[in-house]
Structures are given as structure tokens and as C-alpha cells.
């Protein structure tokens, strides 16, 4: 069935190396895109978004990449810390059934190694 | 500013019996989503209210019902629990924008466990 989905479920970097989470999705009618940061025993973090008609967005440290003739999603964290320690989810937002939902992924847990 | 809150923060059922969650939204905030999340999978849509109506429904079955209060505080409640019930519950508040997608804070959850 058409899903968001991540390529690797763990990502292991070296503290203070780039860090790139990537994800896929299937739809191509979603039109909307975000990542979100969870951290153990917290509720998901909204972390940057970007819409269809963008391939490029930056933030503080982060970029996501969107392809859409791939359909392929990308974090980029710049410099990783300890602090990005947690479980990375992409989501895609699309119209269903009159409605507009978000479908997540399954997530990808981020490891920094000292 | 009080982000979004909820209470408890776990719980512990048996098979058949109902819950009730409850949840706070983050201050200013009218729209009240709720979530399902199973351990290592990525948060399922449940329903989302604003103005004390439910506005959209994921797939879940009707055992899932909530209610919007006029204060914007939400509760969901779930009927004859199932084993399969057992999962991190999230509540989401956002401020209704007339856009497409308006921007969800999460809360910390309710973890719930049916033996």
C-alpha cells in the first residue's frame, strides 16, 4: 500500500559529524512535509517543514531536501550533538477522504558517538 | 505558557474494560488531536476536534470516541480494551488558521498497557 518509509531504522554518527536521515514516500499527490525529533519519553518535536513547490529549506543547523521525481525526503543536520540524540520521523500530509491527515513514517533513531 | 499537558502519564488496564484520557491544550490553542503510537512505529491518526466537534477520523474503530470541552481540553476514551491497545497515546494542540496543515504541539503522552 502506499506508505512514508525510511531507508535505514538506525543511524549511527560521529559527534560533530553531518548527520543525513533519509525517507521515501509513495503518494505522489502529498503536498507537504515535515519532520519531526522524539526524544525517549517525549511527544514528537516539530524540528522544519517544507511544501511541494520547494526542493530546499534551511533552519537553524537543519535542511530538508525534497526530490520529487524520486520521491525521496531528506534531513540534513549540520554538526550533530549529543542533543540530537532521538527518533527522527518524516510525515506527509495529503488530502483523504475530504479531509487532510498527516501519515508518518516508522522512524529512524539517531546515535551519537562521542 | 503551558505547553500541551495530559493525564496520566501511564496506565494500566485489563482486556475489556475503558479508559478515559485526558488532555490539556498548549495555552491559546482550539484544536485537539489525538494519536496512537505502538512501540518503534511513527504516531497513527486517531481524530481531531475544534469547536467541540470531531472534524476528521483516522482508521480506528468506534471504540475510540472522544469529546472537546469548551475550554479546549479534550478527553478519549476507549471501550472494551484490547491487548492491541497497548500504546503511547499523543495529544496535539494547534490553533485553527483556515490553512490546509496549522503547526501541532505535542504533549508527553499516556502510556497504556491492557493485560
Known amino acids: 500500500g502506499e506508505s512514508v518509509g525510511l531507508h535505514l531504522p538506525t543511524l549511527s554518527v560521529q559527534e560533530g559529524d553531518n548527520s543525513i536521515i533519509n525517507c521515501a514516500y509513495s503518494?505522489?499527490?502529498?503536498?507537504?512535509f515535515i519532520w519531526y525529533k522524539q526524544e525517549s519519553g517525549k511527544g514528537p518535536q516539530f524540528i522544519i517543514d517544507i511544501r511541494s513547490n520547494m526542493d530546499k529549506r534551511q533552519g537553524q543547523r537543519v535542511t530538508v531536501l525534497l526530490n520529487k521525481t524520486v520521491k525521496h525526503l531528506s534531513l540534513q543536520i549540520a554538526a550533530t550533538q549529543p542533543g540530537d540524540s532521538a527518533v527522527y520521523f518524516c510525515a506527509e500530509g495529503r488530502a483523504m477522504d475530504s479531509n487532510y491527515q498527516l501519515i508518518w513514517g516508522a522512524g529512524t533513531k539517531l546515535i551519537i558517538k562521542p | 505558557d503551558a505547553g500541551v499537558t495530559q493525564s496520566p502519564t501511564h496506565l494500566i488496564k485489563t482486556r475489556g474494560q475503558q479508559v478515559t484520557l485526558r488532555c490539556s491544550p498548549k495555552s491559546g490553542h482550539d484544536t485537539v488531536s489525538w494519536y496512537q503510537q505502538a512501540l518503534g512505529q511513527g504516531p497513527q491518526f486517531i481524530f481531531q476536534y475544534y469547536e467541540e466537534e470531531e472534524r476528521q477520523r483516522g482508521n480506528f474503530p468506534d471504540r475510540f470516541s472522544g469529546h472537546q470541552f469548551p475550554n479546549y481540553s479534550s478527553e478519549l476514551n476507549v471501550n472494551a480494551l484490547l491487548l492491541g491497545d497497548s500504546a503511547l497515546y499523543l495529544c496535539?494542540?494547534?490553533?485553527?488558521?483556515?490553512?490546509?496543515?496549522?503547526?501541532?504541539?505535542f504533549g508527553p503522552g499516556t502510556r497504556l498497557t491492557v493485560l
Open positions: 503518494n505522489s499527490a502529498s503536498d507537504y
Open positions: 496535539a494542540s494547534s490553533l485553527e488558521r483556515g490553512s490546509r496543515y496549522n503547526e501541532q504541539f
